[in-house]
């Protein structure tokens, strides 16, 4: 391929469109663009299915004691589970530009929740590319990056969503800049247009991104949250009873930042943390999710086209169900916040059962779909694409360590003045406070896996916690190396 090969337009004109995808993907139909050239089966770039659940811990979808998801583990089943996935922005705007992006949040520019409307516009994501090369693309749900402006963002044919959060119960929604209220439950309402979309398909390869809702809450005044169900799951689980991990009772111990006194009564942070019917009603809500992908996957059943469809299910970030008295919040450098789900069906790739163990990223999703797209990967994007690790060949080189990051604002008072650059290992974790003295963090996770036991204040801890400081430090400047 020619040296054009690696630029790709993300300002065509309208009138140029048409003309452009054609020939794009005419050119990608006879060779392929490196690093991301080898498409599916007999040269057939695939479909790709992106869900994303808001909220969802990693062990709210794997290996819970009750929770029964028979959809997304068919997904485990007939694909991979990655057991170490994570973002590297744990907040939701964040995240989610990191997810569209493939570049850190310092990078991308979308450090926090504030109003990114603007701003999410200009943004060149992994959609707009793939729609650059000739996809048919939609997104469906929650866009989370402005909370007014739900207008379409650029790269997507068909467009479906609404304002800031929305709500579960007869949403207004916004269809291609028409904005009309519908009936109903907002998950469900969701999988219809996502089943429309895959239903509707025709013959060119297409990129549907569904963003739910669910599992966040309905925020009403004085941030009272409540996490409905749909109807029919509200008896589900009855009779089981929730189980807190070992560290919902380790109180802040070791955690200066955390054991700070604060002067706010937030309804956000009760006392004993999250309340047993929160985290019950989040675990009922994911079966309307479940039911959504369910639906997919018959539809593409139906059509033909299942097995030549990239098949991932995955979340923005986690949620503290009691942990170090943290309740209903993210934002934190822990596990329980990181950590996401990340499961992956797409039979020429990945095989069935699979449960890597490399570190992925959230930023990884974006170099992957596209080079399994055959669509050219930027130099500006700082993930890199798993499809070797998928195929079970996870490279010598491929990372050990990471960095996530978090910008101080005034929304969580628990919180105030937390922002960090923290450090993730395979081993290790190191959190580094921008704005706190003498509070920093340090966690050997092979022996103490629930973040408890603060190895900082000990001697023995300084030859580790220089190697932490420095790889955070040589991270974080490689990283401000990046252009674009």
Same mark, same amino acid.
């Given at each position: 391929?020619?040296?054009?090969?690696?630029?790709?337009?993300? %300002?065509?004109?309208?009138?140029?469109?048409?003309?452009?995808?054609?020939? *794009?993907?005419?050119?990608? #139909?006879?060779?392929?663009?490196?690093?991301?050239?080898?498409?599916?089966?007999?040269?057939?770039? /695939?479909?790709?299915?992106?869900?994303?659940?808001?909220?969802?811990?990693?062990? %709210?979808?794997?290996?819970?004691?009750?929770?029964?998801?028979?959809?997304?583990?068919?997904?485990?089943?007939?694909?991979?589970?990655?057991?170490?996935?994570?973002?590297?922005?744990?907040?939701?705007? @964040? #995240?989610?530009?990191?997810?569209?992006?493939?570049?850190?949040?310092?990078?991308?520019?979308?450090?926090?929740?504030?109003?990114?409307?603007?701003?999410?516009?200009?943004?060149?994501?992994?959609?707009?590319?793939?729609?650059?090369?000739?996809?048919?693309?939609?997104? *469906?749900?929650?866009?989370?990056?402005?909370?007014?402006?739900? #207008?379409?963002?650029?790269?997507?044919?068909?467009?479906?969503?609404?304002?800031? +959060?929305?709500?579960?119960?007869?949403?207004? !929604?916004?269809?291609?800049?028409?904005?009309?209220?519908?009936?109903?439950?907002?998950?469900?309402?969701?999988?219809?247009?996502?089943?429309?979309? *895959?239903?509707?398909?025709?013959?060119?390869?297409?990129?549907?991104?569904?963003?739910?809702?669910?599992?966040?809450?309905?925020?009403? @005044?004085?941030?009272?949250?409540?996490?409905?169900?749909?109807?029919?799951?509200?008896?589900?689980?009855?009779?089981? +009873? !929730?189980?807190?991990?070992?560290?919902?009772?380790?109180?802040?111990?070791?955690? /200066?930042?955390?054991?700070?006194?604060?002067?706010?009564?937030?309804?956000?942070?009760? /006392?004993?943390?999250?309340?047993?019917? *929160?985290?019950?009603?989040?675990?009922?809500?994911?079966?309307?999710?479940?039911?959504?992908?369910?639906?997919?996957?018959?539809?593409?059943?139906?059509?033909?086209?299942?097995?030549?469809?990239?098949?991932?299910?995955?979340?923005?970030?986690?949620?503290?169900?009691?942990?170090?008295?943290?309740?209903?919040?993210?934002?934190?450098?822990?596990?329980?916040?990181?950590?996401? /789900?990340?499961?992956?069906?797409?039979?020429?790739?990945?095989?069935?059962?699979?449960?890597?163990?490399?570190?992925?990223?959230?930023? %990884?999703?974006?170099?992957?779909?596209?080079?399994?797209?055959?669509?050219?990967?930027?130099?500006?994007?700082?993930?890199?694409?798993?499809?070797?690790?998928?195929?079970?060949?996870?490279?010598?080189?491929?990372?050990?360590?990471?960095?996530?990051?978090?910008?101080?604002?005034?929304?969580?008072?628990?919180?105030?003045?937390?922002?960090?650059?923290?450090?993730?290992?395979? +081993?290790?974790?190191?959190?580094?406070?921008?704005?706190?003295?003498?509070?920093?963090?340090?966690?050997?996770?092979?022996?103490?896996?629930?973040?408890?036991?603060?190895?900082?204040?000990?001697?023995?801890?300084?030859?580790?916690?220089?190697?932490?400081?420095?790889?955070?430090?040589?991270?974080?400047?490689?990283?401000?190396?990046?252009?674009?």
């Amino acid at each position: 391929m020619t040296a054009g090969c690696n630029s790709t337009s993300s %300002d065509i004109r309208i009138s140029q469109r048409a003309a452009s995808r054609l020939i *794009v993907s005419t050119l990608l #139909s006879l060779t392929a663009c490196a690093p991301g050239g080898e498409t599916g089966t007999d040269g057939e770039r /695939p479909n790709v299915v992106f869900v994303l659940i808001d909220d969802a811990r990693w062990d %709210d979808v794997n290996e819970h004691p009750f929770v029964a998801l028979p959809n997304i583990d068919r997904l485990a089943r007939e694909g991979a589970s990655f057991q170490n996935f994570f973002t590297t922005a744990p907040l939701c705007s @964040p #995240s989610r530009a990191g997810f569209l992006t493939g570049q850190y949040a310092h990078n991308n520019g979308i450090t926090d929740n504030a109003e990114r409307n603007e701003q999410s516009h200009t943004l060149v994501t992994f959609p707009r590319l793939l729609h650059d090369a000739g996809y048919n693309t939609a997104f *469906v749900g929650k866009w989370h990056m402005g909370h007014e402006d739900d #207008s379409p963002r650029p790269g997507f044919d068909r467009w479906v969503s609404f304002k800031g +959060q929305g709500t579960f119960f007869d949403p207004d !929604i916004n269809v291609d800049g028409t904005t009309a209220p519908a009936s109903g439950y907002m998950t469900d309402i969701l999988n219809q247009h996502a089943v429309d979309f *895959v239903s509707a398909a025709g013959e060119e390869p297409f990129l549907l991104y569904v963003s739910h809702k669910a599992i966040h809450p309905d925020i009403h @005044p004085n941030y009272v949250r409540t996490f409905p169900p749909a109807p029919r799951h509200e008896e589900l689980y009855a009779n089981e +009873q !929730i189980i807190r991990r070992p560290n919902a009772a380790a109180g802040v111990s070791g955690k /200066p930042a955390l054991a700070r006194p604060i002067d706010h009564n937030d309804p956000r942070s009760p /006392p004993g943390g999250t309340p047993d019917e *929160v985290i019950m009603g989040r675990l009922r809500m994911l079966s309307a999710v479940d039911d959504g992908i369910g639906e997919l996957l018959a539809a593409l059943e139906a059509s033909g086209k299942l097995n030549n469809t990239v098949i991932v299910v995955t979340s923005d970030q986690g949620f503290f169900y009691g942990e170090f008295g943290l309740a209903q919040e993210r934002r934190l450098a822990y596990e329980e916040s990181i950590r996401i /789900p990340f499961l992956i069906r797409y039979p020429p790739k990945v095989a069935a059962g699979s449960r890597p163990a490399a570190m992925g990223l959230n930023i %990884d999703v974006a170099p992957t779909l596209l080079e399994l797209g055959g669509a050219p990967v930027p130099e500006w994007m700082e993930g890199r694409s798993m499809v070797s690790v998928l195929e079970g060949n996870t490279p010598s080189d491929w990372r050990t360590s990471f960095i996530i990051e978090y910008y101080t604002d005034t929304v969580f008072p628990r919180i105030f003045r937390m922002g960090y650059n923290a450090l993730r290992t395979e +081993q290790y974790k190191y959190i580094r406070y921008s704005e706190l003295e003498g509070m920093d963090e340090l966690y050997d996770l092979t022996t103490d896996p629930h973040e408890m036991h603060n190895l900082l204040p000990e001697q023995s801890a300084g030859s580790i916690f220089a190697e932490l400081r420095t790889e955070l430090d040589r991270l974080l400047a490689s990283s401000a190396s990046i252009t674009r």
